[in-house]
């Protein structure tokens, strides 16, 4: 087994092939649109989605970009992040498990509001 670091080699449309090393976390480039530019390389892991009734409500996944330019953090960048869909951010350790925390606040909600529907119902007689 190779202890190298694995690295991924990229066509870009203005530097040429470009060299990356390939986090462990990567899920590879297969879609690599060669007239990508250098700037907009980007590593990105395997989506995590929340699924209901075939449609993808939330999808987050780990992203880094090597060559971003510096700009807003939550735009994502060289330090790696997990961007969120729909939301359009790319979040820390620290807002990420702030957002599961919101998610288990929406998730009693709606379970309280299934019981007001059921009661409202009948409660299920
Ligand atoms: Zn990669």
Do not use: K
Request: hydrophobic share 35%; proline share 9%; charged share 20%.
């Amino acid at each position: 087994m190779s202890t190298e670091p694995r690295t991924v080699t990229l066509a870009t449309a203005d530097h040429g092939d470009v060299t990356l090393p390939e986090p462990s976390w990567c899920a590879g480039h297969a879609h690599h649109d060669p007239e990508s530019l250098r700037v907009d390389l980007i590593h990105a892991g395997p989506a995590v989605d929340l699924d209901h009734r075939g449609r993808t409500l939330l999808s987050a996944e780990l992203v880094q970009s090597p060559h971003a330019s510096p700009g807003p953090r939550h735009l994502g960048g060289r330090t790696p992040g997990v961007s969120v869909h729909p939301l359009g951010q790319t979040l820390n350790p620290v807002e990420l498990y702030g957002l599961a925390a919101d998610l288990d606040r929406y998730a009693d909600q709606l379970r309280a509001l299934a019981d007001q529907l059921d009661a409202t119902l009948g409660g299920g007689q």
